[in-house]
């Protein structure tokens, strides 16, 4: 059976992830983002742009590896579109009105492409840049003592990542490490 524009209904591509199986990615990530340590040990602000800025670093590094993944892009396009979803959930459960709704996933979006580009160059030039970049932008203060710190448990956790086998990272079975 066709649809009135000729496309065939219920086909999906089979290697397409399933909304459950991000839904479970983005859980593992969510979770992490909320550890404890990570606001009483690392010192990022217990806010919710702490929280935020934990759930988009965590974000980062998923998106990272799905990319990297043979044909993983369907895989971080529907993580990334998951995470969007959940944002706008977020803010319409707190009474954010429908025209504030657009600007402020924007500026969402903003903050994370911002981010990631800070994370991806810092990456590049090694430990000392990533700790300054993660210190300026979780921490709100490019010298802080706890960037180190917590660049370390993202290279970990990059290495973790790296080391999961694809089939682990599509069931969403993997963890990161504790931080």
């Not at 000729?6 to 909320?34: F, N």
């Not at 981010?115 to 990533?130: I, S």
């Not at 290495?159 to 931080?179: C, H, I, K, M, S």
Request: glycine share 10%.
């Amino acid at each position: 059976m066709s649809s009135l524009f000729g496309w065939p209904l219920g086909r999906k591509d089979p290697g397409a992830p399933k909304p459950a199986t991000i839904e479970a990615i983005y859980g593992v990530i969510v979770a992490q983002a909320r550890a404890p340590a990570f606001y009483q040990d690392f010192g990022v602000p217990d806010t919710v742009d702490g929280r935020f800025d934990m759930v988009l670093l965590h974000l980062w590094m998923a998106l990272a590896r799905l990319k990297a993944m043979p044909e993983g892009g369907p895989w971080a396009q529907a993580l990334f579109d998951h995470f969007c979803g959940d944002m706008d959930a977020n803010l319409r459960e707190m009474g954010v009105g429908d025209t504030t709704v657009p600007k402020r996933m924007r500026a969402f979006g903003e903050a994370f492409y911002g981010r990631a580009k800070a994370y991806d160059l810092a990456l590049e030039d090694g430990p000392a840049a990533l700790a300054q970049a993660i210190a300026r932008n979780v921490l709100g203060e490019p010298e802080a003592a706890q960037g180190v710190a917590l660049a370390n448990y993202v290279a970990q956790a990059l290495e973790a990542l790296n080391r999961t086998d694809d089939d682990t990272l599509r069931r969403g079975a993997w963890p990161f490490p504790a931080p």
